[in-house]
């Protein structure tokens, strides 16, 4: 990504709000709005056309004409037909519903509509670099919903996993865990490896929000 623009489709229901983020980014350096939706099945069909980096997508997105098709439904629809394409969360919902449903469906962060602009703007470079985005207040409900409900058996994590979990769950790109750690990025590799087979996952933020939920971090 270091070579062009990051390219971006932004979906929400709301004119006025989804002009107001496609300015936002617009007028950030090395990103470019190519597309605005306004339904989650529009969203899909301009992501399914113009192939973008990332969708930033609304959850509640009602359709017209036709059944509804909220932002998580079209981010399971993106994710499993635009290989490449990565769904950050932006919205006002935050309840355990609306966050566990958006994660499972494959977004890779979640962020809020009242984040500051430069926590918006990151949160895009963040995940389309790989890294997980959580918003302070997503992340603490995810650990409030851990406590509350019964606590499943916890997979064991060697401390160094424990280390390198920890490190991407604060959006660390694998570099950066190796200049921390002072290891390799092929050792960080190994381990997060090790970490996805224990915990049962196989991505980096379905890997950050289980260890939240079973109270490892």
């Known amino acids: ?24 980014l617009t007028l950030a350096d090395g990103i470019e709005v190519v597309g605005e939706a306004a339904s989650g099945a529009e969203a899909i069909s301009l992501a399914q056309s113009l192939e973008p980096d990332l969708v930033l997508m609304d959850l509640r997105m009602p359709v017209a004409n036709g059944p509804e098709v909220d932002g998580a439904a079209a ?15 932006l919205t006002t919902y935050e309840t355990d519903d609306h966050i566990l449903g958006a994660i499972e469906a494959g977004a890779s962060g979640y962020l809020l509509k009242a984040a500051p602009q430069d926590e ?5 470079r963040s995940v389309v670099g790989g890294q997980t985005v959580l918003a302070p207040a997503i992340a603490a409900k995810l650990v409030e919903r851990m406590r509350q409900g019964a606590a499943p058996e916890r997979p064991r994590l060697s401390a160094r996993e ?30 997060l490896i090790h970490v996805f087979e224990k915990l049962g996952v196989s991505d980096r933020t379905r890997a950050v929000t289980l260890a939240l939920e079973l109270g490892l971090l």
């Not at 981010?75 to 969360?89: D, E, M, S």
């Open 1 to 24: 990504m270091t070579d062009r623009s990051i390219r971006v489709l932004v979906a929400d229901d709301h004119p006025i709000v989804r002009s107001g983020i496609a300015s936002l």
């Open 75 to 89: 981010t399971a629809q993106i994710i499993a037909t635009v290989p490449g394409t990565r769904v950050l969360i």
């Open 120 to 124: 918006i703007v990151a949160g895009v």
């Open 162 to 191: 424990l280390e390198v979990l920890k490190l991407v769950s604060v959006g660390n790109s694998n570099a950066a865990i190796a200049r921390t750690l002072f290891i390799s990025e092929a050792t960080v590799k190994t381990h």
